[in-house]
């Protein structure tokens, strides 16, 4: 029973605004929840180096299975964007707008933000309070309409700062219940009327009680707003209709004929049924999102105006105040029409355009591709497990992150690609790129800006539908990494319209299937020694060879002895300069000068990148890798040609032994399912792809 007493107490307008002031409860606008959900855990927030450019990471966005990759400039932008308007700046009057090519992520980014927004709120101390109006039967007019929800879910906060027309008495009334001198200065920050249908019913309850404040819980409740996402309460979108069925209704209301035939004065504005729009039911502390907002025929847009300027719902000269952050996106084809339309100028001036790139990094486009490739476990038509090639993500996300790399004088799209994902590119440096991406940014034309242009999620989503209904998929059990490339070139032809992009994207396809087979003959060389990362461990002892070979300490017998970084413990290390000048030959270098300059650019990369990470291995220069794999082949098996000759010619008992050994390291020990395994060392015995 006193559980009961308590929550009914909990529900009157003096408990909720002592909970306010006891900080029990909070009273702020959406952009200051926000900025409390991103910012209040400083040990979530990370700085990162992106593109040559200091910037940062809120862990905060990154929460849940499946969450928001990448997108670290317009992540920055967004936040900065409620920060700012959360203190009280201009933000607070515009609208938040991603425009980019389909498929970059824009609806996943805003669907996931509400998500996190919804969870947030939903804790017992961030929850969202409106005022309900009770016993209206008491009052009259209102037929058998006997209680009324806020239209706009107004918070009880701003009911008690409007409950007299004289503002000094409404701060007296909210300071007796302990609110001190600043708390009110700060509430009052946040101050808007009470909406038209509120405030007329507050008027007549206040006629009926005789201005006796002291009986207003008898009509008035407080209660929680309801976090549903498909209702639209707190977070709701309008995707744009065609110009037919889309009204300003779906986004305001409209006069409601059920309401008309209980009420008897029809002046009251609660005639007007604005839940029925989409904005109302965000109005409370929510997120409206306008998906694809300039693809809404423009008395909509005009509505939209409207709404970011003046944060109201009009209606024949009714107001209703709205508390809503506006996002919104757009595809650069639909934003672009809408600019030839100078008259719309206004709306572009009210919006915070950001303009959001594909994906430029393509190990993070690794995490992106096992999205399409799927988390749960596939089958075959005929009810078999379906395995996924060790070398398909890579060879996707690879192909896929070159088509995004514009055409560049400075860079060539591998050394763009390297460099965007933080690895070494030879002797391009981080300052390169940076460098490349400003001019780029700096176009007119918003296509030609750096990751504005590619194959997006959706093509790649299409490339792996068709490498599932391929034969040779079904049949195998399998999804061979090698296909994914015919898939690729499939969806090319059939879904990109320009012919330049076409042309382009057709020959980024050829460098990522270089950049697989260079992948592939490491596969084939680990496979060979029957280890794992037996490539790894060669490529870093060229590099500990390349600093130990003029080390003080090196005696007669050649032999280093250095402390590994990954493990702490001292290893000792016998200096091969023969192995040193090969691998060094493979890579091009003829005289000691180059093979010194190159020895110089390994000692301060192996500087730079212990500091920040230990683990470092130097796997991700392929010129290395692939000169370290040459002179190891040759030493070890007298050269890969003897190598494909042994597995493509298994007539003798000792060839077809090594083949056996090695689909089983493969099956065994690197990932490879049987048809996989076969099909990799099938195309590593082709001179296919080979660069």
């Not at 919804?118 to 969202?128: D, L, Q, V, W």
């Not at 889309?246 to 609660?270: F, K, M």
């Not at 003046?310 to 000269?317: H, K």
Request: aromatic letters at 8%.
């Amino acid at each position: 029973m006193a559980k009961k007493i308590n929550h009914i107490s909990e529900s009157t307008l003096s408990s909720h605004v002592k909970s306010v002031i006891t900080e029990k409860r909070y009273f702020e606008n959406v952009y200051q929840s926000l900025t409390r959900m991103i910012l209040s855990d400083t040990k979530k927030i990370e700085k990162i180096f992106v593109n040559g450019r200091n910037l940062y990471d809120y862990k905060v966005l990154r929460a849940g299975g499946k969450h928001v990759i990448g997108m670290f400039d317009e992540i920055n932008s967004f936040v900065s964007f409620v920060k700012d308007a959360a203190e009280g700046g201009s933000s607070g009057e515009m609208a938040f707008v991603l425009i980019g090519e389909p498929g970059n992520g824009k609806t996943f980014f805003v669907d996931h933000l509400s998500s996190l927004y919804r969870s947030f709120i939903a804790k017992p101390g961030n929850r969202r309070y409106f005022i309900k109006f009770k016993n209206l039967d008491k009052i009259g007019g209102y037929g058998k309409i006997t209680s009324i929800e806020s239209q706009t879910y107004e918070d009880p906060i701003i009911l008690a700062m409007n409950l007299f027309e004289d503002k000094n008495k409404n701060i007296e009334y909210i300071k007796k219940l302990g609110a001190t001198d600043k708390q009110i200065e700060g509430y009052y920050k946040n101050y808007r009327p009470l909406g038209a249908c509120s405030d007329y019913i507050f008027n007549q309850i206040t006629e009926y009680i005789d201005g006796d404040i002291k009986r207003i819980d008898e009509f008035i409740e407080i209660k929680a707003i309801s976090i549903s996402e498909s209702r639209g309460t707190l977070t709701g979108k309008y995707a744009a209709k065609d110009k037919i069925t889309s009204s300003a209704v779906d986004l305001l209301g409209d006069e409601s004929i059920s309401r008309l035939l209980h009420i008897t004065d029809t002046d009251n504005p609660y005639r007007f049924d604005l839940r029925r729009g989409a904005l109302a039911r965000v109005a409370g502390g929510g997120i409206h999102f306008a998906d694809e907002i300039f693809k809404n025929k423009r008395d909509l847009v005009q509505v939209y105006l409207g709404v970011i300027q003046n944060r109201t719902i009009e209606m024949e000269g009714y107001k209703w105040p709205l508390d809503t952050l506006i996002i919104a996106t757009s595809n650069n084809a639909e934003f672009g029409k809408f600019l030839e339309e100078k008259e719309q100028a206004p709306i572009v001036d009210r919006c915070r355009l950001t303009y959001m790139s594909h994906n430029t990094n393509y190990k993070l486009q690794q995490e992106l591709t096992k999205y399409a490739i799927g988390s749960s476990e596939k089958t075959t038509f005929r009810g078999d497990k379906l395995h996924t090639d060790p070398n398909l993500n890579y060879a996707i996300s690879v192909a896929v992150t070159l088509s995004r790399m514009p055409p560049s004088d400075k860079l060539t799209p591998v050394e763009m690609m390297k460099l965007s994902a933080g690895e070494v590119a030879g002797e391009k440096s981080i300052k390169t790129l940076a460098e490349v991406i400003n001019d780029l940014n700096h176009a007119p034309d918003i296509t030609k800006r750096f990751g504005q242009k590619g194959l997006g999620h959706r093509n790649l989503g299409r490339a792996v539908q068709l490498l599932l209904e391929r034969s040779e998929t079904q049949e195998g059990k399998c999804m061979y990494a090698g296909d994914i490339f015919t898939s690729l070139e499939s969806v090319i032809i059939d879904y990109v319209q320009e012919p330049a992009d076409r042309t382009k994207y057709l020959n980024d396809l050829k460098i990522a299937k270089s950049l697989h087979r260079k992948n592939i003959v490491t596969t084939i060389f680990n496979a060979y020694m029957d280890e794992p990362d037996a490539i790894e461990k060669d490529v870093l002892n060229y590099v500990n060879m390349v600093i130990g070979v003029d080390a003080k300490n090196l005696g007669n017998d050649r032999i280093w002895t250095y402390k590994d970084p990954q493990t702490g413990k001292l290893v000792s290390l016998k200096i091969d300069e023969t192995f040193i000048n090969s691998v060094e030959e493979r890579l091009g270098l003829k005289n000691n000068e180059q093979k010194q300059s190159y020895r110089n650019t390994i000692s301060k990369i192996y500087g730079q990148k212990m500091i920040q990470d230990p683990n470092y291995n130097y796997m991700d220069n392929n010129d290395l890798v692939k000169a370290v794999t040459d002179v190891r082949l040759k030493s070890d098996i007298a050269g890969a040609g003897s190598l494909v000759g042994a597995l493509s010619n298994r007539t003798n008992d000792e060839n077809q032994k090594l083949y056996n050994r090695m689909i089983s390291t493969m099956n065994k020990k690197l990932g490879y399912c049987k048809t996989c395994a076969q099909k990799t060392i099938e195309y590593f015995c082709t001179h296919d792809d080979a660069s």
